[in-house]
């Protein structure tokens, strides 16, 4: 099945620097998505990348993603203390009605 | 902004008995999920549901679960014979349009907590 993993595990950086969080994944995929969870709360999604893409933006937000390497990458740029959360890629094959794969996540911590 | 529903919030039932669990998803999406998210682990896909029906599901959602959708706006996850495993949050999710291409948005979920 196709696995999301994540890393670091955890990443902790000052208010203002770049954040840089890593997938990796198994198997062919259809896209790859990246959520954000805010302690107690649900998965908000933050940006879908095709696999017939290589690179997306939205807003402070840039993913990249390496079919070869079966790897993508989230990078927050001008990081705020709003952005503390934990951070999950998923996974679709695209097929039918879509479960997605998820990984164990980043937990981002942006210091004041 | 529309937003996916869940209650309640937090559940506690004890072992053994029967639970339900409801979502209303965004009202002009098609596709329905649920998710289980084990404290400490994983995000992982229960069942998805389309047109009235299951259209894919995990080997977790075995006939301990099932799911229905009994009017234009709700959708449930019941879960029987509850055992202490079964203590998860509980994510409802839905799609517009097919989910592999689509993103999915999550409700706030439910904590249930077996006893």
């Known amino acids: 099945s196709q696995q999301g993993e994540e890393d670091p595990q955890a990443l902790s950086i000052q208010e203002g620097e770049n954040a840089t969080m890593n997938c990796s994944y198994k198997t062919s995929i259809n896209n790859l998505q990246w959520y954000r969870q805010n302690s107690g709360r649900g998965l908000v999604h933050l940006i879908l990348i095709r696999s017939n893409e290589r690179e997306k933006h939205s807003g402070r937000l840039r993913v990249t993603l390496d079919t070869s390497k079966k790897s993508s990458s989230l990078l927050i740029t001008a990081s705020r203390a709003a952005d503390t959360a934990s951070y999950f890629c998923?996974?679709?094959?695209?097929?039918?009605?879509?479960?997605?794969?998820f990984g164990k996540g980043t937990h981002l911590i942006i210091q004041p | 902004e529309p937003e996916v529903t869940q209650t309640p919030s937090h559940q506690v039932t004890q072992m053994g008995q029967e639970v339900i669990l409801r979502c209303v998803p965004i009202?002009?999406?098609?596709?329905f999920y649920w998710y289980r998210q084990i404290l400490g682990q994983k995000v992982e896909f229960l069942v998805s549901?389309?047109?009235?029906?299951?259209?894919?599901k995990s080997e977790i959602f075995d006939d301990q679960f099932s799911v229905e959708r009994p009017d234009g706006s709700n959708f449930t996850l019941k879960i029987r014979s509850t055992k202490l495993e079964d203590s998860a949050m509980y994510f409802c999710?839905?799609?517009?349009?097919?989910?592999?291409?689509?993103?999915?948005?999550f409700g706030d979920g439910t904590r249930l907590s077996i006893l």
């Open positions: 998923a996974t679709g094959s695209g097929g039918g009605a879509d479960g997605l794969t």
């Open positions: 999710a839905s799609s517009a349009l097919l989910g592999g291409n689509q993103p999915q948005h």
């Open positions: 549901f389309y047109n009235n029906e299951i259209s894919e």
């Open positions: 009202s002009n999406h098609l596709y």
